[in-house]
T-cell receptor, first 116, second 110 residues
């Protein structure tokens, strides 16, 4: 089972370039999430999509946009990359929204993004 | 707003020593989850705690949820090199906003 697939795995950009990080899950999950991970900062939520057709800001949304293309796919776009966006980006999903009772998040392997 | 502190940030232990990481919240949590991330890997779910005062064990790992549901701990007895990684708590920051603690990086030396 593929689970959560992220592409690309690595990317180097120049300041000001744009790019889209792709995420797809094959588990029929409703909710999807984008996090960035920096040393000593843990995982910080960028955007999430509780269900198809909805997106909401997380802790650090500035400089990013997202698209929930369909139930399977949730993309993250950097319109004008900045060195401060150098990070490891993780996509995650859970089966249903409304996590009062909690559900394990399933993570992709991450995209390692460097911006020069 | 809700604040969750995870301590310590780093921990170096000798193999065989015990290890504990703590998550402390300024507000009551509905539930808390713990994840482990191996170096170069992605977070992997370990366990969920829901009830006040709950204690769960997985082999050498013991997880606790405080009586007031404002704090939680993960304790590893007799660490092994396979325990190396970063341990995160995760909680619901309102609705579907799933938020992680800052993590505790564990290094185990032989």
């Amino acid at each position: 089972n593929a689970g959560v697939t992220q592409t690309p795995k690595f990317q180097v950009l120049k300041t000001g370039q744009s790019m889209t990080l792709q995420c797809a899950q094959d588990m029929n999950h409703n909710s999807m999430y984008w996090y960035r991970q920096d040393p000593g900062m843990g995982l910080r939520l960028i955007y999430y999509s509780a269900s198809e057709g909805t997106t909401d800001k997380g802790e650090v949304p500035n400089g990013y946009n997202v698209s929930r293309l369909n139930k399977r796919e949730f993309s993250l776009r950097l319109e004008s990359a900045a060195p401060s966006q150098t990070s490891v980006y993780f996509c995650a999903s859970i089966p249903t929204p409304g996590t009062g009772m909690g559900q394990p998040q399933h993570f992709g392997d991450g995209t390692r993004l460097s911006i020069l | 707003g809700q604040q969750v502190m995870q301590i310590p940030q780093y921990q170096h232990v000798q193999e065989g020593e015990d290890f504990t990481t703590y998550c402390n919240s300024s507000t009551t949590l509905s539930n808390i989850q713990w994840y482990k991330q191996r170096p170069g890997g992605h977070p992997v779910f370990l366990i969920q705690l829901v009830k006040s005062g709950e204690v769960k064990k997985q082999k050498r790992l013991t997880f606790q949820f405080g009586e007031a549901k404002k704090n939680s701990s993960l304790h590893i007895t007799a660490t092994q090199t396979t325990d190396v990684g970063t341990y995160f708590c995760r909680f619901t920051g309102g609705g579907n906003k799933l938020t992680f603690g800052t993590g505790t990086q564990l290094k185990v030396e032989l």
